[in-house]
């Protein structure tokens, strides 16, 4: 058993998902009486995979299980890909994974182009490195979700604004996807702020405990991350003062594909540009967990 | 014999029960006109008879709703399960009739599950509800529902809102006693036509019938209770000819106005996108045609597939009994594995016309193929 699930590969679930954002398309095209439980099947096949891969990874780190930003990204895709199988087996007639899949994809692809070095930490620092990891993994599923929803918003606000019976992407009703937008945009706000915050405590623990390279107010994951703490700071504010407003909805649905773009670039700048965000102290260094 | 009657037909299908030939069509017509007490030759005119193949595929037709005046209908399928109720009930069906009404009722839904030829509603009540008000709310029993006019459409819509959960429900109708006979039937408020600015800054939904000549809601007085509603959306199913809203009022932020001309072109688009669907429901009847007619024809050729198993059976018998008395030696093991090794052969050796007979069976009885089994083999009725 151990055996095979060391084999699993980011390739298995990848694939599985791919294969399940490919039946979801294919609803454009034909129906199918089995296409559901196919989808679901490989949905639910990919989701197992990337858990038994994640729990090996866990299992087999030699510092502090999940801590690569390589590992963080594909836990990103993890909570996504669960939140996404949820809903389709909550509402069967709608085409979520469609909207949710790619996005798993698009972080899977970005842990590829991570690093797999562990950050360094010591005890004095698991703790808040834990929590500024954990609260930023939270804002970027949150920012994925509302997107994902507020698109689905603005599709099923077309079809009813061209007066036209549901087509074969049937879409949840307006008030379902407003409600999920914007808690994700309220939601995603609060837990980019607080691993922002945590993660200056982080900063001043180890500059002062010598463990990690300090991290300058000019370093570029500083910058990213503070422009996205506040756009989503942005986003959320206009979203609650919109919400009494008659196209309160329809702001917010486009506020979260803003902050959806807002967090790729930050990503895309994350893993392309230099950093000394973990980087360890000239005196430690830190070993790469194979992939 | 089954009889389906429904609203828009009588059907009476009869089947013969061990190769008996079923009733005459003329000895079924007068029973049918003896039931109804007319004569038999004033249903001539109206008469279909079909038979074997077509009887099996007019059924599947009905029971998937292709045969009926709205297609695809899925009340039908009901009907259908009552009519064989009724004939186990009155004893009147056999193993044959029962076979078919079971394949109906699996075709039925295959059709309902593979296509969506019943999936698209067609009335404008039912559209107005299913496809734009659950496309707006989520939910209906923590919104205000808003009456105006209490015609027969707005009785209609009404009931489709009280199924989607709807319960906080207002009733404004210019002739108050028509208003509270509908609000004491279904538990709904009376509120003043006067007040309607009123009540369409509370409402959430509005359902409007009204038989007025000229708009009821103007653009004005619309924009008088928007200023109250906060932002609320508002759904406006404007059932009445000539309209009741301002048309512009459809254009105004977080309303969704729907004309009865709209939910028209939605109902209309439903139609033909049941009609597109018409293709793939008859491949599957035909599908569920054929594979029954080939059951039905290969349970034919039993009784010769029987008594070929029995003759080679008895032969086998024969020869192992010969077999072991002249090898007394063989224990019990030995003596079954022989025993074993006979069966295997003479089912490979059956295995190939058997497969040819259930392969003819799919394009009718298969008589040659049973009359060179019966003249190869001497097998005797």
């Known amino acids: 058993m151990a055996d095979f699930i060391s084999r699993i590969s980011v390739v298995c679930f990848a694939a599985s998902y791919l294969v399940a954002l490919a039946c979801e398309a294919s609803r454009l095209l034909f129906r199918s009486g089995v296409r559901g439980a196919v989808m679901v099947g490989f949905a639910g096949a990919g989701l197992l995979a990337h858990t038994l891969f994640l729990a090996w990874r866990a299992a087999h780190e030699p510092v502090v299980p999940l801590s690569s930003p390589y590992d963080w990204y594909l836990l990103a895709a993890w909570l996504l890909a669960s939140a996404s199988l949820w809903l389709t ?5 709608t085409p979520v994974g469609l909207f949710m899949l790619p996005l798993v994809l698009g972080l899977i692809g970005a842990a590829e182009l991570s690093s797999t070095v562990p950050f360094p930490r010591s005890p004095a620092t698991q703790v808040w490195g834990a929590i500024h990891g954990g609260f930023n993994l939270a804002a970027s599923v949150a920012v994925a979700f509302g997107s994902s929803t507020g698109l689905m918003w603005l599709i099923q606000a077309g079809r009813l604004a061209r ?13 379902k996807l407003a409600g999920f937008t914007g808690r994700s945009a309220r939601i995603a706000a609060w837990t980019a702020a607080a691993g922002f915050a945590s993660g200056l405590v982080l900063n001043a623990v180890n500059s002062s405990q010598g463990l990690l390279d300090t991290v300058p107010w000019t370093d570029p994951v500083v910058l990213r991350m503070g422009a996205l703490v506040g756009w989503l700071a942005v986003a959320a504010l206009v979203g609650r003062a919109a919400v009494r407003r008659p196209e309160g909805a329809r702001t917010v649905a486009i506020l979260s594909l803003v902050s959806l773009a807002v967090l790729t670039t930050s990503i895309l700048w994350g893993v392309l540009g230099p950093s000394r965000h973990g980087a360890p102290a000239a005196a430690a260094t830190a070993a790469e967990v194979p992939r | 014999m089954v009889l389906l009657s429904t609203c828009n037909r009588v059907e009476l299908y009869a089947a013969g029960e061990n190769d008996a030939a079923p009733p005459a069509p003329g000895q079924l017509v007068r029973f049918l006109a003896e039931c109804r007490g007319i004569d038999s030759a004033d249903l001539e005119p109206v008469l279909v008879r079909e038979s074997d193949a077509a009887a099996v595929r007019h059924l599947f037709s009905v029971a998937a709703g292709l045969d009926s005046m709205v297609l695809g209908e899925p009340q039908i399928v009901a009907q259908v399960k009552q ?10 069906a056999g193993p044959l009739t029962a076979g078919m009404i079971q394949a109906a009722l699996r075709t039925a839904k295959r059709v309902a599950s593979e296509t969506a030829i019943g999936r698209e509603r067609l009335s404008i009540p039912s559209v107005a509800v299913a496809d734009f008000a659950r496309g707006v709310f989520e939910r209906f029993d923590d919104k205000r529902v808003l009456l105006v006019g209490a015609g027969k459409m707005a009785h209609e819509t009404l009931r489709y809102l009280l199924e ?3 319960r906080d429900i207002v009733i404004v109708n210019r002739s108050a006693p028509r208003a509270h006979d509908l609000a004491a039937r279904i538990g709904a408020r009376v509120g003043r036509f006067e007040a309607l600015v009123d009540e369409i800054a509370s409402a959430d939904l509005i359902v409007s019938t009204t038989g ?16 109250q509603r906060g932002g609320r959306p508002l759904l406006v199913l404007d059932l009445a000819m000539p309209r009741d809203f301002d048309p512009r009022i459809g254009s105004r932020p977080g309303v969704w106005l729907y004309s009865i001309d709209d939910l028209g072109a939605a109902c209309d688009a439903n139609r033909r996108s049941r009609a597109r669907e018409l293709p793939g429901a008859l491949a599957i009847i035909d599908e569920e045609t054929r594979r029954f ?3 039905l024809h290969h349970r034919s050729s039993a009784p010769v597939i029987e008594r070929l198993r029995a003759g080679w059976a008895e032969t086998g018998e024969a020869e192992l009994d010969r077999l072991f008395r002249r090898l007394p030696s063989l ?30 069976s799919h394009a009718g009885p298969p008589h040659g193929l049973l009359d060179a089994l019966r003249r190869l083999f001497a097998l005797e009725d």
Do not use: C
């Open chain 2, 331 to 360: 224990d019990d093991a030995s003596r079954e594995e022989i025993r074993q090794a006979f069966d295997r052969y003479a089912a490979k050796l059956l295995h190939s016309p058997l497969a040819s007979l259930r392969q003819e």
């Open chain 2, 83 to 92: 009519a064989w109720a009724l004939a186990r009930e009155q004893e009147t």
């Open chain 2, 164 to 166: 989607a959960g709807a």
């Open chain 2, 293 to 295: 007619m080939g059951d």
């Open chain 1, 163 to 175: 007066k036209q019976a549901p087509s074969r992407l049937r879409m949840p009703s307006l008030e």
């Open chain 1, 89 to 93: 087996l909550a509402n069967p007639r």
């Open chain 2, 212 to 227: 007025a000549t000229e708009p009821v809601v103007s653009l004005d007085a619309f924009a008088a209770a928007e200023r």
